[in-house]
């Protein structure tokens, strides 16, 4: 049998932190971001590793804001400049839609800077909870 799931003690994949979603959202961001930092739009639609890869990152991060929102429903209020529901959305089509999602959409939203909010705000977020 193939063996996928972690046999640390205490690992969880659903930690009733909010931090830890907030840590699990900036790992898999960053992730994002400093995969297409190397890169450009063109070779990105071209490399479909690379477009994997991120969209593996994106589902993760998806997931763990769909955690959050459980954990902290309060954080829509605090930042409403952030797009919670599409985010959280966006794994459903990442998961049931993956022979239909356009790379070229994939960039242009990652690069239009919704990612980059979410990340300062967990990244404010953990800030206030040490």
């Excluded at 952030?82 to 070229?104: C, F, K, N, T």
Aim: with cysteine; charged share 30%.
């Amino acid at each position: 049998m193939l063996r996928i799931l972690s046999d640390r003690p205490g690992s969880s994949w659903r930690p009733k932190r909010a931090t830890q979603r907030h840590l699990d959202i900036l790992e898999h961001g960053n992730a994002v971001r400093e995969s297409l930092a190397q890169t450009t739009r063109p070779k990105f639609l071209r490399d479909a590793v690379l477009q994997k890869a991120t969209f593996y990152d994106l589902l993760c991060v998806s997931e763990a804001v769909v955690r959050l929102l459980e954990l902290d429903p309060g954080i829509v209020r605090n930042h409403p400049g952030v797009p919670w529901r599409r985010i959280a959305d966006m794994g459903s089509i990442l998961r049931h839609e993956y022979g239909r999602v356009d790379a070229r959409v994939v960039w242009d939203t990652i690069t239009g800077g919704d990612l980059d909010d979410l990340l300062r705000v967990s990244a404010v977020e953990i800030k206030g909870h040490h």
